[in-house]
């Protein structure tokens, strides 16, 4: 079969492997989309995987093609998404069912091989079936829509609060569509790129900011004199922590969902002020398939959570190497783009 193989920080290439077996309790899925994560651009160009060669990839959706031993035969056929995360199902956080802080998990794309080829083998417990209405691509999507998800549950989100996020990648406008879905009442987004605002704009998720081109700070002070309730950085920088910390409202909350890529610096003036208006600092990981996945699909199939307006780029995976080298120099706006088979 066709894969992407990371072979180290910065080395890729498309390769020719063997179709991989599922083993016991494993099936074989026959890969139909998968998105290019955020996190997949430091870790094929910078960092690397957990071990090389491995094939990168954890947002997808697809169908199982045959099955490992001790697995129902019924399955085979099944169209379905996959959640990336394998728990050991036996530490202090499992037996709780915080899956997403598992000590000793396993997860498809970075520890194991993932969907940046035809087939994958995955546990059969890590499918969740999708309906005939959601297409595989939008399914593929399904991954980073919980992370959206679970941060907001992490956050407490309340009906009626006011929500400031900065960044309009995928994440960004998931979070606005969620947030809205739970009862926000303001949702404002900030990001430097205009092209991005533009779709949360059009689709009525959210008011936009640019902050190129006006002072974010007093911007937000007009309009909420008190700060906001929740500020959502997705950005994973010292200067977007610094501004949350400013313009979240005494007693608020800061939900940080962001990767950071480098150290992050906290002023300490901002320092001062999360111990003066007593902020809470949230951090978030993952979603928890159980919890979560069902309510995503059910917003999907029936409209609330509009997915086609963040596919800006579908590919084939001959174009896969290309395109990640691109997005890394920063070469194209993009929002999610898919890998379609
Ligand atoms: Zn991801
Ligand atoms: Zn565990």
Same mark, same amino acid.
């Given at each position: 079969m066709k894969a992407f193989v990371l072979e180290g920080p910065g080395v890729f290439k498309l390769k020719n492997v063997p179709v991989p077996i %599922?083993?016991?309790? =494993?099936? +074989? +899925?026959?890969?139909?989309?998968?998105?290019?994560?955020?996190?997949?651009?430091?870790?094929?160009?910078?960092?690397?995987?957990?071990?090389?060669? *491995?094939?990168?990839?954890?947002? $997808?959706?697809?169908?199982?093609?045959?099955?490992?031993?001790?697995?129902?035969? =019924?399955?085979?056929?099944?169209?379905?998404?996959?959640? %990336?995360?394998?728990?050991? !199902?036996?530490c202090r956080w499992c037996k709780e069912g915080l899956y997403n802080l598992c000590d000793n998990y396993d997860y498809m794309g970075s520890r194991r091989d993932g969907a940046f080829a035809e087939y994958v083998c995955v546990p059969a417990s890590n499918l969740v079936?999708? %309906? =005939? !209405?959601?297409? $595989?691509? /939008?399914?593929? *999507?399904?991954?980073?829509?919980? &992370?959206? $998800? /679970?941060?907001?549950?992490?956050?407490?989100?309340?009906?009626?609060? !006011?929500? &400031?996020? $900065?960044g309009a990648g995928p994440i960004g406008l998931f979070l606005c569509q969620i947030a809205k879905l739970l009862g926000a009442n303001s949702i404002l987004i900030i990001d430097i790129i205009n092209q991005k605002l533009e779709v949360a704009r059009k689709y009525g998720w959210a008011e936009t900011i640019n902050a190129s081109e006006v002072d974010v700070i007093k911007e937000i002070h007009l309009k909420f004199p008190h700060g906001a309730d929740l500020v959502i950085d997705t950005s994973g920088s010292s200067n977007a922590l610094h501004q949350a910390v400013a313009i979240t409202r005494k007693h608020g909350r800061i939900l940080l969902i962001g990767n950071p890529h480098d150290s992050i610096k906290i002023l300490q003036k901002s320092f001062e002020t999360i111990l003066r208006h007593e902020l809470q600092l949230i951090g978030t990981w993952n979603s928890i398939m159980l919890n979560e996945w069902g309510q995503i699909i059910q917003w999907m199939a029936s409209g609330e959570i509009n997915v086609e307006p963040i596919?800006? /780029?579908?590919?084939? +995976?001959? =174009?896969? %190497?290309?395109?990640?080298? +691109?997005?890394?120099?920063?070469?194209? &706006?993009?929002?999610k783009v898919l890998v379609v088979m």
């Open positions: %599922p083993k016991p309790s =494993e099936i +074989l +899925l026959r890969v139909k989309a998968a998105g290019i994560c955020g996190s997949d651009i430091p870790r094929i160009m910078i960092t690397g995987a957990y071990h090389h060669p *491995l094939i990168p990839g954890h947002e $997808f959706a697809g169908e199982v093609v045959s099955i490992g031993e001790g697995v129902r035969e =019924e399955i085979v056929g099944m169209r379905a998404a996959i959640y %990336p995360l394998i728990p050991c !199902n036996s079936r999708i %309906p =005939e !209405n959601i297409p $595989f691509e /939008h399914a593929a *999507l399904i991954e980073p829509i919980a &992370v959206a $998800f /679970h941060g907001l549950r992490n956050a407490g989100l309340k009906n009626g609060e !006011n929500v &400031v996020i $900065f596919i800006t /780029h579908r590919i084939s +995976l001959d =174009e896969l %190497p290309r395109i990640i080298q +691109l997005m890394h120099e920063r070469k194209i &706006v993009h929002e």
